[in-house]
């Protein structure tokens, strides 16, 4: 089956510094690949929508110069989370799918800021 | 605006039950459904997809059926085992709009199953 790579698995910064997360599809080219963010107990909660070749769609109270999404090829989108604070400590998971198909998910990245 | 709704939101039971978890939509125009399973500090697997036009997918143990005009849809875990702990998500994919299919998923049900 398809497999969808996230790296790093977890990473532990201090405040103020930036953190890049990487989300490749290893076997297919996806179009569009999926950004959430998940708290302890909470189900995913959308944050943008990336598409290849164009800029990214963030849904309503994330901000776009905090969490930097860049789709440069159809197998790589990258999560970066500018001057991170402690608030910003949470779950991160990518996703893709191939057109209507269904959804392929990362490992996920736990992201902890001092 | 689509909302999913799971439940029971935690389930704990011993080994060897049959378990029905539920999933109700409040629009039904879906392009499909699918179940997911994530374990602890981990990223989702997908378990079973079922598109709109079907009614029931089965993979192993797990049988997940829809009732798209209700609004539901039921995972099926027949004889349930310790290591079917973890946490059951679904998420809905509405048709597609502007090419785009952008799932919505269930706050999920957290299952603990006990030898």
């Known amino acids: 089956g398809a497999v969808v790579s996230q790296h790093p698995s977890w990473v532990i910064c201090k405040s103020g510094t930036s953190v890049k997360i990487e989300c490749r599809s290893l076997?297919?080219?996806?179009?569009?690949m999926f950004w959430y963010r998940q708290f302890p107990k909470q189900s995913l909660m959308l944050m943008a929508t990336?598409?290849?070749?164009?800029?990214?769609?963030?849904e309503q109270g994330v901000e776009k110069d905090k969490f930097l999404i860049n789709h440069a090829s159809l197998t790589l989108s990258t999560l970066t989370v500018t001057s991170a604070h402690p608030e910003d400590s949470s779950f991160y998971i990518c996703?893709?799918?191939?057109?209507?198909?269904?959804?392929?998910f990362g490992s996920g990245t736990q992201l902890s800021v001092l | 605006k689509q909302e999913v709704t799971q439940i029971p939101a935690a389930l704990s039971v011993p080994e060897g039950e049959n378990l029905v978890l539920n999933c109700s939509f409040t629009?039904?125009?879906?392009?499909?459904l699918q179940w997911f399973r994530q374990d602890p500090g981990k990223g989702l697997t997908s378990l079973l997809l079922?598109?709109?036009?079907?009614r029931e997918q089965t993979s192993g143990r797990l049988n997940a059926s829809l009732d798209k005009s209700s609004g539901r849809s039921t995972l099926y875990i027949a004889a349930s085992q310790p290591g079917d702990s973890a946490t059951y998500l679904c998420?809905?994919?509405?048709?597609?709009?502007?090419?785009?299919?952008?799932?919505?998923f269930g706050r999920g049900t957290s299952l603990i199953v006990h030898p």
């Open positions: 998420a809905v994919t509405p048709t597609a709009s502007g090419g785009s299919y952008i799932p919505t």
């Open positions: 629009d039904s125009a879906i392009y499909n």
């Open positions: 996703s893709a799918n191939r057109g209507s198909e269904k959804l392929f």
């Open positions: 076997d297919f080219q996806a179009t569009t």
């Open positions: 079922i598109q709109s036009s079907q």
């Open positions: 990336s598409n290849e070749g164009s800029k990214a769609t963030y």
